[in-house]
Structure formats: structure tokens, C-alpha cells
């Protein structure tokens, strides 16, 4: 069973920048970053395929940054945050090795626990 576990979360200003980590269990193909604000459906914002191929929202391109460091480890480095980024923030992991709709969270198997991110304005 994959594990997977959040941190980095926290409270900032906008225009800040925070960098949430995700520590997994083994080694994963495709990891992404999801997150869901009150009263709203969860979506994706990141994802990267083998430490390398990424993709991102609309949303957040240009602010945000997907990563993996050369143990299990993925990061989404946050910068320039808005208000609109308040959400809670989840690690995920699909189950194949593939790469297509890893935007969507109905392709992801393993689910982190979340960790919360609140931007003020």
C-alpha cells in the first residue's frame, strides 16, 4: 500500500510563496497535486510523470512548480499566491504508469491526508 504524506502547508500573504512537500512510500510514476476550497468540488493543479513531463491548471501556471528530488519526495512550489489558492492541498498518486488525464483525480488511486494552505489578501 502506497503512502503518501503532506506537509509544508501554512498561512501567507498575498503575492507569497510556500512549498508543499509529499513524501511517499516508493518510488511513483505520476504524482499530482490536487486541492478543494470550501464548498467546492476538488481539482487538479500539478502533476509530473517520471520526475520529468509536468502539467498544470490554467489557474496556476507561470506560479506554480512541480518537482521530484532523487528520493521519493514531490514538491509543488508555490509563488506570486492569491486568495483564490485557499484551499486544502493533497498528494496523489495513480496506480499505472501512465500519463494522460493526470489532471483528473478520478485517475489517482493513493490520496495524502492534505495539508491546508491560506493566502490573505
Known amino acids: 500500500q502506497v503512502q503518501l504524506v503532506e506537509s509544508g502547508g501554512g498561512s501567507v500573504q498575498a503575492g507569497g510563496s510556500l512549498r508543499l512537500s509529499c513524501a511517499a512510500s516508493?518510488?511513483?510514476?505520476?504524482v499530482g497535486w490536487f486541492r478543494q476550497a470550501p464548498g467546492k468540488e476538488r481539482e487538479g493543479v500539478a502533476a509530473?510523470?517520471?520526475?520529468?513531463?509536468s502539467a498544470y491548471a490554467d489557474s496556476v501556471k507561470g506560479r506554480f512548480s512541480i518537482s521530484k528530488d532523487s528520493a521519493n519526495n514531490w514538491y509543488l512550489q508555490m509563488n506570486s499566491l492569491k486568495p483564490e489558492d485557499t484551499a486544502m492541498y493533497y498528494c496523489a498518486a495513480r496506480a499505472d504508469a501512465e500519463w494522460s488525464g493526470s489532471l483528473q483525480e478520478g485517475r489517482y488511486k493513493f490520496w495524502g491526508q492534505g495539508t491546508q494552505v491560506t493566502v490573505s489578501s
Open positions: 509530473i510523470f517520471s520526475g520529468a513531463i
Open positions: 516508493q518510488y511513483l510514476f505520476t
